[in-house]
């Protein structure tokens, strides 16, 4: 259960309306049916107009829901002395070519800024925006792909779109087995050609399971 999940059910519980907690904590109307996460900082102001909620249960499903008589006196900046970790996902610096394959260095954890992770997707493992034309319409060029590695060849989904990191650089493409080469396919293939790759020049491949567009 996702932390505005819990908060809306505590509401519920309590009888409080969507409304009336918009009115109370200053927050936009819908705030709480967004995706995100709510944040350290709404969070304490959360628990400077809730004072009740129990933050073990709220945390870390311990407890009950609502505080007892006996700690009901706790202040809001016990909120500060929990731990509260956002799960986040690292977004790969570099663009995935949706055309041909162009030559890029390698980088690292430390090179990737670290996003909060979309929940409306599955399991996924980082985030990369692909330029190019050559996968429309299934991919529009500024499309932030996310992707899941596939660590064990034996699993991977011939046919699908993946990320294929390559000793010539990253590329997008749907890719079907070739023997000792993956063959690469456009959804632009009037204008791209497909083009193999050696499995031995193959770092690593992902599953493209989701998209973000921005209009």
């Not at 709510?38 to 870390?60: A, E, R, T």
């Not at 500060?80 to 799960?87: A, F, P, R, V």
């Not at 529009?140 to 596939?150: K, Q, R, T």
Request: aromatic share 12%; net charge negative.
């Amino acid at each position: 259960m996702t932390d505005k999940e819990k908060l809306i059910k505590y509401l519920e519980y309590k009888g409080i309306s969507k409304n009336q907690f918009y009115t109370k904590t200053g927050f936009s109307v819908g705030f709480l049916d967004k995706g995100s996460s709510l944040g350290v900082d709404k969070l304490k102001i959360v628990i400077d107009n809730y004072h009740d909620l129990n933050l073990d249960w709220f945390f870390y499903d311990d407890s009950e829901m609502l505080k007892s008589e006996d700690n009901a006196h706790i202040l809001p900046l016990e909120i500060e002395k929990k731990e509260y970790k956002e799960e986040t996902r690292p977004r790969i610096p570099m663009d995935a070519a949706a055309g041909s394959l162009t030559a890029a260095d390698g980088i690292t954890i430390d090179d990737c800024e670290q996003l909060p992770v979309i929940k409306a997707f599955a399991r996924y493992d980082f985030t990369i925006f692909a330029r190019g034309d050559s996968m429309f319409p299934e991919y529009h060029s500024g499309d932030e792909l996310a992707c899941l590695y596939v660590k064990n060849t034996t699993f991977i989904q011939w046919g699908c779109c993946h990320v294929l990191d390559t000793i010539q650089g990253i590329v997008v493409k749907r890719i079907y087995d070739d023997g000792e080469y993956i063959l690469c396919k456009s959804e632009n293939s009037e204008l791209f050609k497909d083009f193999r790759i050696h499995k031995t020049e193959v770092y690593n491949i992902a599953l493209v399971i989701g998209l973000v567009r921005r209009y």
